[in-house]
T-cell receptor
Framework: EAGVTQFPSHSVIEKGQTVTLRCDPISGHDNLYWYRRVMGKEIKFLLHFVKESKQDESGMPNNRFLAERTGGTYSTLKVQPAELEDSGVYFC???????????????FGNGTRLTVT | RKEVEQDPGPFNVPEGATVAFNCTYSNSASQSFFWYRQDCRKEPKLLMSVYSSGNEDGRFTAQLNRASQYISLLIRDSKLSDSATYLCVDARRGYQKVTFGIGTKLQVIP
């Protein structure tokens, strides 16, 4: 089966610009997550979709971040306007179940490396 | 105190060596742990779950010590291909708010 795919793999933008990241989860996975890793820090949860609904967006840093999952398929994460501290690797992941288990692991995409200059 | 703490390393070990990593967690209610492996500039991938009774998968053994609130990963007969960062994961609240450790970097040298 195709894995979680993310686009672009790299993005370099200037402060104040807008960037949109895309994630295509594994087909049939209702649960989609966004995580972020800032250099030197742990991977942090951003938000969770169940199908097209935002289940939990408590990890979103501020209102410059907007995530959508229209139709419950792919998801986008928009940063507008981007700030220097937004630089990092943005991972998307999907799972069949939201409850953690070995039978329903998190499948990660390759990540989008965002650099804001 | 961080919810999940790991020694970032790096751990440099020769091929064939046995190496162990620990990961401490702060919430005594946590029960669901995993080890993920992340290669350089790649995505994290599930390595193994951590069961309370301990579990083994080939050269890898994971254990949970509730009394001291730590989990461990033991790798026997290290291979060059084991070189990676190993992430400790507390998923007690489900994947919605999974907590990652910073990762321990392992470098197996010939």
């Amino acid at each position: 089966e195709a894995g979680v795919t993310q686009f672009p793999s790299h993005s370099v933008i200037e402060k104040g610009q807008t960037v949109t990241l895309r994630c295509d989860p594994i087909s049939g996975h209702d649960n989609l997550y966004w995580y972020r890793r800032v250099m030197g820090k742990e991977i942090k949860f951003l938000l969770h979709f169940v199908k097209e609904s935002k289940q939990d967006e408590s990890g979103m840093p501020n209102n410059r971040f907007l995530a959508e999952r229209t139709g419950g398929t792919y998801s986008t994460l928009k940063v507008q306007p981007a700030e220097l501290e937004d630089s990092g690797v943005y991972f998307c992941a999907s799972s069949q179940e939201a409850t953690s288990s070995y039978n329903s692991p998190l499948h990660f995409g390759n990540g989008t490396r965002l650099t804001v200059t | 105190r961080k919810e999940v703490e790991q020694d970032p390393g790096p751990f440099n070990v020769p091929e064939g060596a046995t190496v162990a990593f620990n990961c401490t967690y702060s919430n005594s209610a946590s029960q669901s742990f995993f080890w993920y492996r992340q290669d350089c500039r790649k995505e994290p991938k599930l390595l193994m779950s951590v069961y309370s009774s301990g579990n083994e998968d080939g050269r890898f053994t994971a254990q949970l010590n509730r009394a001291s609130q730590y989990i461990s990963l033991l790798i026997r007969d290290s291979k060059l291909s084991d070189s990676a960062t190993y992430l400790c994961v507390d998923a007690r609240r489900g994947y919605q708010k999974v907590t990652f450790g910073i990762g321990t970097k392992l470098q197996v040298i010939p």
